[in-house]
């Protein structure tokens, strides 16, 4: 996803990044449906947000920026889902009924969750990673809006990737009551401390 992003001013080329993208998902979407719709809605819509900025030498309005966003959300799911019943029709194992079990069963799990309170170690892990997304969205926020980092730099968008990803894997901690379902979300809010914590802002600066 960060080389889709470097890729940002060039006409066209981001769609070759999106195919490997694309494959993975469908790969993941075989043998963990949560996992794959979660990291699914937050590249769609990665891409779609990351199109919607006023990228330089393209000179798009917004009407075309916005199409453009969606169509390479599109793309990376049309790609997604001919790996993903490619691989079912191929792979003789594969039910489908166990591959629809796997995107329903957590909408049951999540209409009996009980958040854990701040009182122990496993609450504040829990609610750690949300804490380092907002603080590094605020941060971002801030970087933006004194002109030390520009929202139409791939470098702004880098960032916004893992605040979104950070919150969107965060989903799977509901799913149950113990460290290893805090993993994902704690290793992914894990790489926004730098953000938080750099004081060295000089290597934000971009000339226009």
Known sequence: MFIYYDKMSIKNSTYIGIIPMG???????VVRQDMFIYMWGLFFWAMFWAGMADVERLGLTLLNRAIKGLKQGAFLTLIMLLIFFFVCLIYPYIILENVLEGIITPLYIYNKINLPLPINIYGILFY???LLAIMSL??????NR??????????????????NLTLNIFNYSLLGDSIPYLVPSILFSSLTIFNIFNRNTTQYTQKK
Not at 23 to 29: A, K, V, Y
Not at 138 to 143: E, N, T, V
Not at 150 to 161: G, H, I, Y
């Open 23 to 29: 494959i993975c998902l469908g790969l993941l979407g």
């Open 128 to 130: 750690l990673p949300v």
């Open 138 to 143: 605020i941060l971002l926020i801030y970087k």
């Open 146 to 163: 004194k002109h030390i980092i520009r929202a139409n730099t791939p470098l702004f968008w880098k960032q916004m990737l893992v605040i």
